[in-house]
């Protein structure tokens, strides 16, 4: 049992030079947090090593009970948090998460209403090169060109066209508020059913930051890794009444074993986020992201909505004159780490988009406040507006890593 160091000096090397990475860079990926040294040392742990087919107390396999009482305290902790009426914690990832309620609720050729991927929506919503987009009939509906907001009254409209048996609420890269009352109004209309994917905004929803669509759906899906700051993997949430076909969906219909060290991690990641830091903590993800998007305004930049209510905000490159790939290829060699995105009616080409996406789960982690987002707004400012000049973005990683200095990340962590 050699350590790591010693049996692999490459990956080694690896790990410790993505810990440094992370050290040393703003990172605004919206889809991003840093998990605790807890939930850390939880998917690390001896439980990878067993195999639990099934569920608690009907497992497959013997040896179960230690990671039987891991799981059950992941339920219930999760039900608590969400004021779910039943918790399935074994999905790998969200797009695992979705195919299994789909499973469980649809057949092959079912209608599926879903947000349509470039106004926001997810992969496994609908588009035609996910599983989503071949197994089901897509009809997308989108946002408004004027507003760049949800229209309800056409999702209404395109649901009694269409008949769905499924609606799916839930985005991406969507700064609004999401109003899941309306959305379960014209599902009750239709007689259809709806999924909510809060996946990106599952942390505020726990705590009140976001409208919560647990009361209005019949299935919720989510990661566990965005907002819950958790460690990578999802979790399905559905009414009682659904409960046995979302199980069997899970296993046998989609997965197999689950990673019984994840969803330790789980359980601990649901026990950080029942505290009182944790509540305020996604409150001041949501000022940060407000403040930011402030500055980004009074700097002149066109936001996709004119703002944001969430985590996020997406930022138009068109009236700068250069592609979002440029952008983000451009900061992050000036130490800011975030993603190109398409934005609504985009012209340009998923691979090279006309936005970037910015988030502040990241920042907030570290400690900081609205007035580092105001700095770090400066400096993406800066970058943007002086983008050919390698020495603007020398001086601007400089600032970048001074501010990382100033809110010191996993200081007790070696690799």
Do not use: W
Request: proline content about 5%.
């Amino acid at each position: 049992m050699k350590p790591l160091s010693v049996e692999d000096p490459e990956i080694a090397a690896a790990i410790h030079a993505e810990l440094e990475r992370q050290r040393n860079t703003i990172i605004l990926i919206a889809s991003e947090n840093y998990a605790s040294r807890a939930v850390m040392e939880a998917q690390g742990c001896v439980m990878t090593n067993k195999y639990a087919e099934g569920y608690p107390g009907k497992r497959y396999y013997r040896g179960t009970g230690c990671v039987d009482i891991a799981e059950n305290l992941a339920r219930e902790r999760c039900k608590k948090l969400f004021g779910a009426e039943h918790v399935n914690v074994q999905p790998h990832s969200g797009t695992q998460a979705n195919m299994a309620a789909y499973f469980a609720v649809l057949k092959h050729g079912d209608t599926i209403m879903g947000m349509n991927l470039a106004h926001g929506g997810h992969l496994s919503h609908g588009s035609p090169v996910n599983f989503s987009g071949r197994m089901y009939k897509i009809v997308p509906y989108s946002v408004r060109k004027d507003t760049e907001t949800l229209d309800y009254s056409e999702m209404a409209d395109i649901a009694r066209k269409n008949k769905p048996q499924l609606i799916v609420v839930g985005a991406s890269s969507y700064p609004r508020t999401i109003d899941f009352k309306v959305v379960r109004e014209i599902a009750d209309e239709v007689g259809a059913k709806v999924m909510a994917d809060i996946a990106h905004i599952a942390g505020l929803c726990a705590v009140g930051a976001h409208p919560s669509p647990v009361p209005y759906s019949d299935i919720v899906t989510t990661t566990t890794h965005k907002t819950l700051r958790g460690p990578r993997g999802a979790l399905i949430m559905c009414k009682e009444e659904l409960a046995p076909a979302i199980d069997r969906s899970v296993f046998p219909g989609t997965q197999g074993g689950p990673f019984m060290h994840a969803i330790a991690a789980k359980a601990v990641a649901f026990k950080e986020a029942l505290t009182p830091e944790f509540k305020e903590y996604q409150f001041q993800v949501v000022r940060n992201a407000a403040a930011l998007a402030k500055r980004l305004l009074e700097n002149n930049f066109d936001l996709v909505s004119g703002g944001t209510d969430n985590h996020l905000m997406m930022v138009k490159m068109i009236n700068e004159g250069i592609t979002g790939k440029v952008a983000d290829e451009t900061l992050e060699r000036a130490g800011i780490t975030l993603n190109k995105n398409m934005i609504p009616f985009d012209p340009a080409t998923p691979f090279v988009t006309s936005g970037i996406r910015i988030g502040t789960p990241c920042v907030t982690t570290r400690g900081m406040k609205e007035k580092q987002m105001v700095e770090i707004a400066d400096m993406i400012t800066t970058v943007l507006r002086d983008i050919k000049n390698e020495e603007t973005v020398s001086a601007v990683r400089s600032q970048a890593r001074a501010l990382c200095d100033q809110f010191p990340l996993y200081t007790d962590l070696t690799c």
